[in-house]
Nanobody, 128 residues
Framework: VNLAESGGGSVQTGGSLRLSCRAS????????MGWFRQFPGNEDREAVA???????????SYADSMKGRFTISQDYAKDTVYLQMDSLKPEDTAMYFC???????????????????WGQGTQVTVDS
């Protein structure tokens, strides 16, 4: 499995970025794909947004601090997820990682240790 991320960069406070993650080798009809972020000096990765992908739809979930500012979406045919990030704040500065796995119990887990497929990460920097 390979997860290829793109779209990170530097923006001013209040700006927007769109991250993309294209999966290859994920041979499953339904899948969980999502985004985690890791802050400098911190080994933990916190959940940003998840999407339960299936043919004909996708169920999304967000961390509370991202609701209303971030939007996750999918292109099922391309095995690709997007993260539209608006109204960015300096505290959003982090390395953002794409993750994927099979759904568990009809849901997408929210903890990083429950994911076994990861991208290399893309840096997002928000200047004040």
């Amino acid at each position: 499995v390979n997860l290829a991320e793109s779209g990170g960069g530097s923006v001013q406070t209040g700006g927007s970025l769109r991250l993309s993650c294209r999966a290859s080798g994920l041979n499953m009809n339904a899948k969980c794909m999502g985004w985690f972020r890791q802050f400098p000096g911190n080994e933990d990765r916190e959940a940003v947004a998840m999407i339960y992908m299936y043919l004909g739809g996708g169920d999304t979930s967000y961390a509370d601090s991202m609701k209303g500012r971030f939007t996750i979406s999918q292109d099922y045919a391309k095995d690709t997820v997007y993260l539209q990030m608006d109204s960015l704040k300096p505290e959003d500065t982090a390395m953002y990682f794409c993750a994927a796995r099979k759904p568990y119990g009809g849901m997408c887990p929210e903890f990083s240790y429950e994911y076994n497929n990861w991208g290399q990460g893309t840096q997002v920097t928000v200047d004040s």
